[in-house]
Structures are given as structure tokens and as C-alpha cells.
């Protein structure tokens, strides 16, 4: 027994003496995760970040002109929760993997729908999602850590991504669709639904004074509340701010000295006392240094506006007609190649539409043209993608027929174009289109029944 237990002791100490004593460290590059809402959209973001640790980063650790993970460890993963644009291409909710290609003079930033790889060992270029190109800036500050951050959110929904190393920095633009997603609920509430409810048009016309949209329409909305809830002086009070916006102090007088009468009998003392300073203030420029009649106020304002307004709306007829430019080019493109029966030429111009429509600035409209391009830009959009998306000419011109009907429906209402508009119609397809020649060139039968059609209207 003696013996037994010797040679288990010895046993014991070989064991113990081939042992590894680990020593426990925090990781090399450590982990980070964040979240940034932006508009409607959550924005996500998971990696790791190495350390500089006295290395030479851009162009000996991180090769120029190679794929690079975009941190350590695993590849870099982004998600939105809805819909956004990335460095301007729309881009669908879902997760993404982050890479980029450094340069000292231009990086490539990638988004690769594979978020299983580890790194860049097993990237796929075939999966990307797209590229886009970003010029790198040199920045005063060392950043020791490599990091990722979203930064610069704006009013209208757009931040930037930025990616800082060492004294590297690249931004990339973000910008969340919010802002079409609350038009289309306010076009979809009172142009479809026909909402009569006094908060929603508070709520629209705050939207559009806050987002410093079409002013014009913001007052309409506004005073429309007002009527249908004439004790709310919240409501009373942002009419009274968009026409200050607008600087018509002669109706902003007017409307303050209603809601002064209001907000006296809701015992509002300092708002009272802020907006009597506000028509003193406005009674100095506009030279009425004393209390005026409503009649006197109302003519007042009636003048000033014909006089202020009449002029520039007539000057800037072309400017707002100018927006709707490309749309009208790219339609006609269209148009253009279903005569040539060319299905490629025809997809190629539609994806232009597509864009065409959604870059157009809504704040450069006038009242009448914003309201007519909410009632068909989803379809016009919608329409325009089916014939990209389409292989054969025979379904692009399906389609073009309801594009058509749409682009019909905004120039009719919108006035979109100083040139005239002819719109032309085929008895065999009884279909319409439009053009901007009077010569008729059928799109739906190319050149079989090429002249085979006539002009119905034109618009001017």
C-alpha cells in the first residue's frame, strides 16, 4: 500500500507540473454595440476595435487597395429596422455585413448582405449589396481606438456614419425615409381618407412649419383647426408664427390680437404678455403704431399679400416648374424607346424616373403642385420600378399605360412644364400617352402602328 501511494503522489506532481496556468486579460480589440434611432429608423451596429499600439494603421496594418473587415474579429454587422438611405442608395431593412477598401486618396465602403463570415476571409463580392466611394479626411485628433459612430443628425432625418483611425476619418451619408413616410400619411388622411379632425391639421401644418415645407399650405391647415376648435390657443398661436415666418405682420397682428382676447380668458398671462411685445414689435414695421380695426387689418393684409406675393409667384412659375424636369425627361425616354421597341433602353430609363421622382425637393413646390404630386407619386414610383424591372416590351407597355394615366393626372394639376404637354391617344389600345411633340409616334405598337393615334389635349 505503501508503494501504491508513492507512485499515485508521484503521478499527482507530473500532472501538476505539466499544467498550463492561464492568465486571464481583457481582448485585444474589445467588443462594441450601439443603437441610434434616426427618424423612424433603428439604427444598429456591432464590432470590434483594434488599437493603434504605436502602429502604423492606413497602409502597412491595413493595406491600401485590399478588402478590410472594417474593425477585427468578426465582420462588422449594420441593421436598420426599416427602410433608409446609405451614401444615397435606398437601402431595404435587414442586417448587413461592413467592409471597405482604404486609399490615401479614395475609399470604397461596402455593404455585403453575408453576416456569417469571420473578417474578410471568406468575403464574397458577389453578394454585395452595392459600393459607394468616399474621400478620406485627415483629422488634428489621433484616435488610439479604431471607432464607428453616427453623428450630425439634422432636422431632416439625415446623420452621418463616420469611420475614425488613427488620423483618418470617412463619412457617410444617412438619411431615414421619415420624412415620406409622414407626406404620404398626410396626403393619404386628406387627400384619400378626407380627415376632418382639428388636431391632424394642427399636427400637418406643425410638421410642415417645423420642417420649413410649403408655408403657404401650413397656414391653410392651420387656420382650419383654428376654425374647427376656436378655443385652443396653441392652435391660434402657430398661425400666428407662420405668418410672422412669412413676415406678413399685418395678418400676423391680426391674428395675435384675437388670441390675445382668447388667451386673456384662459388667464395665459405670459403668453399674452409675449405676444402684445410681438405686435408692438410688428406695429413699428409695418407703421400701425396703433390698435387697428379688423376691417382695416383685413384690407391691410389683403393688399400686402397681392402686393408681396402676386410678383414672386409669377417669377418663380419656371424655378417650380424646373423640379419636375427630369421626371418629364425620363418619362419621355421612355416613351421614346417602347416606339423603338426597346425593352432594354426602356427598363434603363425607367429606373432614372424612379429616382428622378424621389430626389425631387417638395419644399420648392407650390401649394397646388405638392398636392397634386402626393396624389400619384407612389404610383408614379411604383409603375416606373415594374417597367425596370420587366424583360419583354409587352409588359413595359402594359404598365406605361397607368404611368401614363399618373403623369396625365400631375400635369393636368400640377402645371409642371412652360413647353406644352400633348396628350395622345390609340383607338386600337385605347390607351393614352404623353408627349412633347405634336407628332404621333405609338408607343404601344412601336413600328407596326407607328403613326396610329392622335393628340386629345394640350396641356400649357
Not at 144 to 160: T, W
Not at 181 to 196: P, R
Not at 210 to 239: C, H, V
Not at 337 to 349: F, N
Request: hydrophobic content about 35%; overall charge positive; charged content about 25%.
Amino acid at each position: 500500500m505503501k508503494k501504491i501511494a508513492i507512485i499515485i503522489l508521484f503521478l499527482g506532481i507530473c500532472i501538476i507540473s505539466n499544467a498550463q496556468i492561464e492568465l486571464k486579460t481583457p481582448p485585444p480589440s474589445p467588443e462594441a454595440e450601439w443603437k441610434q434611432k434616426l427618424g423612424f429608423t433603428d439604427i444598429s451596429l456591432k464590432y470590434e476595435k483594434p488599437l493603434m499600439r504605436g502602429r502604423k494603421i492606413f497602409g502597412e496594418l491595413v493595406p491600401f487597395n485590399q478588402i478590410w473587415r472594417t474593425g477585427a474579429g468578426e465582420s462588422t454587422r449594420i441593421r436598420f429596422s426599416e427602410d433608409i438611405f446609405f451614401g444615397g442608395q435606398s437601402v431595404k431593412k435587414g442586417v448587413y455585413s461592413l467592409f471597405t477598401i482604404p486609399n490615401s486618396n479614395e475609399w470604397t465602403v461596402i455593404l455585403n448582405t453575408d453576416t456569417t463570415g469571420h473578417g474578410a476571409f471568406s468575403y464574397d463580392d458577389k453578394k454585395d449589396l452595392f459600393r459607394i466611394r468616399v474621400k478620406p479626411e485627415t483629422t488634428a485628433r489621433t484616435y488610439e481606438s479604431f471607432s464607428i459612430s453616427i453623428e450630425d443628425i439634422l432636422p431632416d432625418y439625415s446623420a452621418n456614419l463616420y469611420l475614425n483611425w488613427e488620423n483618418t476619418q470617412i463619412k457617410v451619408p444617412v438619411k431615414s425615409n421619415a420624412d415620406a413616410v409622414v407626406m404620404n400619411d398626410i396626403n393619404q388622411k386628406i387627400n384619400i381618407e378626407k380627415v376632418e379632425d382639428a388636431k391632424f391639421f394642427n399636427n400637418a401644418a406643425q410638421y410642415y412649419f417645423a420642417n420649413q415645407k410649403d408655408l403657404k399650405q401650413a397656414l391653410i391647415w392651420s387656420r382650419r383647426s383654428e376654425e374647427m376648435a376656436n378655443d385652443n390657443f396653441n392652435y391660434a398661436n402657430l398661425t400666428i408664427k407662420i405668418l410672422e415666418e412669412q413676415k406678413d405682420y399685418i395678418a400676423a397682428t391680426k391674428s395675435a390680437q384675437k388670441a390675445i382676447e382668447l388667451g386673456n380668458k384662459k388667464n395665459l398671462k405670459g403668453a399674452v404678455a409675449n405676444l402684445q411685445k410681438k405686435v408692438e414689435e410688428w406695429q413699428k414695421i409695418t407703421g400701425i403704431t396703433a390698435p387697428a380695426s379688423n376691417t382695416m387689418l383685413a384690407d391691410n393684409s389683403e393688399n400686402h399679400n397681392n402686393h408681396s406675393h402676386g410678383g414672386h409667384e409669377m417669377s418663380s412659375m419656371k424655378e417650380n416648374q424646373s423640379i419636375f424636369k427630369p421626371v418629364l425627361d425620363a418619362y419621355y425616354t421612355i416613351k421614346n424607346a417602347l416606339v423603338a421597341s426597346d425593352a432594354d433602353a426602356s427598363a434603363k430609363a425607367a429606373g432614372v424616373l424612379v429616382s428622378a421622382v424621389k430626389a425631387i425637393d417638395m419644399n420648392k413646390m407650390e401649394m397646388k403642385q405638392h398636392t397634386e404630386f402626393m396624389k400619384v407619386n407612389s404610383k408614379i414610383i411604383s409603375d416606373a420600378q415594374k417597367i425596370a424591372d420587366a424583360k419583354d416590351l409587352k409588359k413595359q407597355r402594359e404598365v406605361f399605360q397607368s404611368l401614363s394615366e399618373s403623369l396625365y393626372t400631375l400635369a393636368k394639376g400640377a402645371k409642371i412644364s412652360s413647353e406644352p404637354i400633348y396628350q395622345q391617344y390609340c383607338p386600337m389600345k385605347k390607351a393614352g400617352w404623353l408627349s412633347n411633340e405634336s407628332d404621333i409616334k405609338n408607343p404601344y405598337y412601336g413600328s407596326s402602328m407607328l403613326t396610329c393615334g392622335s393628340v386629345k389635349e394640350t396641356i400649357k
